[in-house]
């Protein structure tokens, strides 16, 4: 099985690595996640949902043309304004071969306001939170969320429980058909 994340972050290697491991579905008892640099085709910092949706599914279909790939997953995070504020989130997308994709949003988290602002006048949100938090890449460790809540939630985790409910209709096959 060849399960490859469309991005380098570690913080999505590793959701996508342990929701495999977790659920053990590996036949031939191989388990091997890459994760390979590929285009998302939107801007840096993706803006609504409808963007970010976008970069997911163009990053997972371009993990699943890479060699050996039988999992494509495009992980994509992304900023909304709403209600006067700035709130982050990001999306999943899983693809299989023959076309089947599948699509899921995380939870998502209300970003301080001195933050939002900066973000309505176009910069991008990880050098923000570096610059804040007198951090480096904390995009690529924790990230904005594990920062806010002192680690109680990080990246990482948040990536993996909308991992496994973007793969829930591919485990369970026999629910989700349509009769
Ligand atoms: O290497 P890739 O896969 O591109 O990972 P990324 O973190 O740079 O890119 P994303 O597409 O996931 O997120 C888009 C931008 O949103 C910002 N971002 C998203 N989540 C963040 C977080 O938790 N902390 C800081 N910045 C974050 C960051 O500036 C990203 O460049």
């Known amino acids: 099985m060849g399960i ?4 380098t972050n570690p913080t999505k290697v590793h959701a996508v690595t342990r929701v495999f491991a977790a ?3 590996r036949p031939d008892g191989v ?4 994760g390979v640099a590929v285009p998302s085709g939107v801007p840096d ?3 609504g949902v409808g963007e970010t949706r976008r970069g997911a599914v163009t990053r997972a279909r371009a993990a699943l043309q890479q060699p050996g790939a ?6 994509e995070g ?12 990001g999306i999943v997308a899983a693809a299989r071969p023959g076309g089947v994709i599948h699509v899921t949003r995380t939870s998502e988290l209300r970003l301080p306001p001195t933050v939002a602002a900066r973000l309505r006048a176009g910069e991008e949100l990880g050098p923000v939170m570096d610059e ?3 951090t480096v890449d904390i995009k690529r460790g924790v990230g904005t969320v594990g920062a806010v809540t002192r680690g109680l939630v990080t990246r990482s985790a948040v990536w993996e429980q909308a991992t496994a409910l973007c ?13």
Not at 31 to 34: A, I
């Open 23 to 25: 659920l053990d579905v």
């Open 4 to 7: 490859v994340v469309g991005s």
């Open 70 to 75: 039988t999992w494509g997953f495009g992980l």
């Open 132 to 134: 804040v938090l007198g």
């Open 78 to 89: 992304g900023v909304r304004f709403d209600r006067g504020g700035a709130w982050l989130f």
């Open 45 to 47: 910092q993706p803006l």
């Open 31 to 34: 388990l091997e996640v890459r």
């Open 167 to 179: 793969i829930a209709p591919l485990l369970t096959p026999e629910l989700y058909r349509v009769s």
